[in-house]
């Protein structure tokens, strides 16, 4: 049973009657060297599945996974950030989904995210190529990484980890032949260090192409160009003009669940004037790159919502800093129109959605899968954590 979220939850092992011997030594040999401990409750979480239709066998080319984010719906058809609403803008909170939504005093600690992905398939596949970015930066801004583990169950793959071109942790994996099914679980454990949504950078950032060229997804067209520029005659740029654009994507949009694909542009999610967090995060970048603003796309989570999360980080130059020698990101959630806070936690950046899709990838193959996945994302007790990380 979900604890009330006016209930502080100590952590402590006698506090979880339900732990295992099994999950208790996880925690002594994965995440004894660092200063965090975790606790898993059974129950607890959101898992969607999907079942894809079937594919024909591809001559000598590869059929798609697919990317999970929203519906885990569609015959390979990469699926979206689910990011539910809060409760204020009228859609279940994590609490009503079955998810642990913290209290903003338990935000200080550190954090468990638990994920879980598995695919089935009803006749064997080959050349399996699958990349996961699903593990949280090392360092970003006010977070870190203190920990983490990922293991593999079923037909074996072989599992590779590189850094991409923007940091970014990401994880590799290769089979020559898949008989049946692969699942992949990962933990990660995530502290505070410093206040959220403020990112150091160098001051070259500000200029950086990437950040500054659109995408297919971040075209500024049309209604989008136009707004664009009256929004940055409005005022001054920099920050204010990145205000004023979080404003008007939050406005731009409806949100609603299953009317836009991870192929939607932003000028296609205006046109249908219904989204998920990817259509307004997307919408964002468009108006301020089309302004001269450098930006970048944010896939993580937010604490008390059952899938993960997007938004955006402004890049501009950091005033604290002599001659404007430094720059620093600053982050703007669009979807409810504020700054973020100490319940977001980052996963990956890049310029839009197809940089940072947790998992993708292809194989070859001629019957249907079924993709499931699961996510726990909660505190724990700092004060519990040092006899874990002894080794006691």
């Known amino acids: 049973m979900q604890a009330p979220n006016n209930q502080r939850r100590s952590g402590r092992a006698q506090d979880f009657p339900w732990l295992h011997a099994r999950e208790m030594r996880f925690l002594r040999t994965a995440i004894s060297p660092v200063a965090g401990h975790f606790h898993r409750q059974a129950g607890v979480g959101t898992e969607r599945r999907s079942t894809m239709g079937p594919v024909s066998r591809p001559k000598r ?33 994590g609490a009503q989904r079955g998810v642990l939504a913290e209290t903003p005093q338990e ?49 074996p793959v072989l599992v590779s980890e590189r850094a991409d071109s923007f940091g970014n942790h990401v994880i590799d994996l290769r089979a020559a032949l898949l008989a049946d099914w692969v699942e992949f679980t990962s933990w990660a454990l995530i502290a505070r260090i410093g206040p959220p949504g403020l990112t150091p950078m160098p001051g070259r950032a500000v200029c950086d192409r990437r950040l500054l060229a659109p995408t297919r997804l971040t075209a500024a067209e049309g209604v989008l160009a136009e ?29 609603e669940y299953g009317v836009t694909g991870v192929r939607t542009s932003a000028a296609d999610a205006l046109v249908g004037g219904r989204g998920v967090c990817q259509d307004y995060a997307h919408i964002m970048l468009a108006l301020c ?32 800093a002599p001659n404007h020698a430094a720059a ?10 504020r700054r973020i806070g100490a319940d977001y936690f980052t996963v990956a950046i890049g310029r839009d959605y197809d940089d940072v899709a947790p998992t993708f990838g292809t194989f ?21 954590a040092a006899p874990v990380a002894a080794g006691s």
Request: net charge positive; with cysteine; aromatic share 6%.
């Open 227 to 255: 707004a664009s520029r009256e929004l940055a005659a409005e005022g001054p740029g920099g920050l204010a003009l990145a205000e004023r654009a979080c404003a008007w994507a939050r406005r731009s949009l409806t949100y």
């Open 328 to 337: 620093v990101a600053v982050a703007f959630d669009p979807t409810h129109d």
């Open 107 to 155: 935000r200080e600690g550190a954090f468990l995210l638990e994920q879980q992905f598995r695919y089935t398939y009803e006749t064997p596949v080959k050349r399996l190529r699958h990349r996961l970015m699903i593990v949280p930066r090392l360092t970003h801004g006010g977070q870190q990484r203190l920990g983490q583990r990922l293991t593999t169950a079923g037909d």
């Open 364 to 384: 070859e193959g001629e019957g249907p899968g079924v993709l499931s996945a699961g996510k726990r994302l909660r505190m724990l007790d700092t004060e519990a």
């Open 289 to 320: 790159r089309a302004a001269g603003l450098a930006c970048r796309y944010v896939s993580g989570h937010l604490i008390g919502e059952g899938g993960s999360h997007a938004w955006v980080e402004v890049v501009v130059p950091d005033q604290m």
């Open 61 to 93: 080319g590869a059929a798609e996974l697919t990317r999970p984010t929203h519906a885990w719906r569609g015959r390979f058809t990469p699926v979206r950030h689910p990011c539910p609403m809060s409760a204020d803008h009228g859609r279940a909170t």
